[in-house]
């Protein structure tokens, strides 16, 4: 199989993730519920991804490390504890359903920062325009799953900073492939993350970065944490304020081995290993007639492509049957398709990640080209 849907999930993933998500279902269990050595094992496990996020994204303190689902549970989190309902809220072009629904749940009707394609500086503009509206939170997809388009993360975390307006930064598609250092933000109030994509752990496994206090103080969930049992309110220091359950040991100890082998390689190169990828694609695919690219500086390793006149699910099926795995439609981001004229046909994702090689490139491109040949 050629695996292009890596935006989704990332397939391909280093040995040692499988190998320590196995050994953890095999030794450690009872998390924070026990002193016998499979508990002792599982606080270890934990701890230890804990504090290697907490160095990777520049936290001083790894208690501020909050272990999700997912990246949509990271930010239900962060949009429950930090936005209560009438806040003013302001968002990019670009936001992910994961975004959009839990406002609309809270009855928020954002303000878009409605800027073009590709556009950061019309995007910093925006955010201006939003501020002197009267936006009292943003939050921002720091790279859109669609289209792979890097927000201006640094000139918009400057303008809030200076205006002192938090910042919940979706990291869906950065963590892993942009260093982030919450450090050079002091806007940002939260990050969220999946680890399934460019931090290659197992599905069902997120990170909240909880970066302002009031996290703590506006739990989601209730229930039990190992922590103050004998009282029923919900602990109200991090993480367990927001981790009430049994956690996800084994995916959090693939986690942390996904954590090093990113460390190991760097996000830096990760990113300039995709961006070749999508370039090669795009020089072969460019050249073919009914075949539109959507690419543009500052783009991540994701691409989408439309064929004139084709259903965008036809064109992913015709790569299914080809054994090539790919995404179309809207891709749960119905706002970053209005925002770039795509929202009547959708359009076909192809994501990179660090596994993916130039020939599977070549490949792809000589199956495209058979098809709009015979189109």
Request: proline content about 6%; charged content about 20%; glycine content about 8%.
């Amino acid at each position: 199989m050629i695996y292009l849907d890596n935006a989704a999930t990332t397939l391909v993933k280093p040995r040692a993730v499988f190998e320590a998500v196995t050994r953890a279902m095999r030794q450690a269990a009872g998390y924070a519920r026990g002193g016998h050595a499979a508990a002792v094992r599982a606080g270890e496990t934990v701890y230890a991804c804990r504090e290697l996020a907490a160095d990777f994204f520049g936290l001083d303190d790894p208690a501020r490390v909050v272990f999700t689902m997912n990246a949509t549970h990271a930010l239900n989190l962060a949009i429950h504890a930090l936005v209560p309902p009438g806040t003013r809220v302001a968002v990019s072009g670009y936001e992910h359903n994961a975004v959009m629904r839990p406002l609309k749940l809270r009855g928020i009707d954002p303000i878009v920062l409605d800027s073009p394609l590709w556009n950061g500086k019309a995007m910093v503009e925006k955010a201006k325009q939003a501020l002197d509206a009267g936006a009292e939170l943003f939050i921002i997809n720091h790279v859109s799953n669609v289209f792979g388009f890097i927000a201006p993360l640094d000139e918009l975390a400057a303008l809030l900073t200076e205006r002192g307006v938090p910042l919940i930064l979706d990291a869906s598609q950065s963590a892993g492939v942009i260093p982030i250092d919450v450090r050079r933000y002091p806007c940002c109030a939260a990050v969220c993350m999946p680890g399934h994509k460019a931090l290659y752990g197992p599905q069902g496994t997120g990170m909240l970065l909880a970066l302002d206090d009031r996290i703590a103080e506006h739990p989601l969930l209730a229930g039990g944490t190992g922590s103050l049992s004998e009282e029923l309110t919900q602990p109200d220091f991090l993480p367990d304020a927001q981790e009430s359950g049994t956690p996800n040991v084994p995916g959090i100890a693939g986690l942390a081995a996904g954590l090093q082998f990113v460390r190991a390689i760097d996000p830096t190169q990760m990113l300039r290993h995709e961006q070749s990828l999508l370039t090669e694609f795009v020089r072969a695919l460019e050249p073919l007639p009914h075949i539109e690219c959507f690419t543009g500086k500052n783009q991540a390793g994701v691409l989408s492509v439309r064929v004139d006149g084709v259903p965008s699910e036809t064109t992913a099926e015709f790569l299914a049957e080809r054994d090539v795995a790919v995404r179309a439609g809207l891709h749960c981001a119905p706002l970053a398709h209005r925002t770039a004229g795509t929202e009547d046909t959708g359009t076909v994702r192809f994501s990179f990640s660090f596994y993916n090689t130039s020939r599977q490139v070549e490949r792809c491109s000589e199956m495209l080209k058979e098809y709009v040949k015979n189109l």
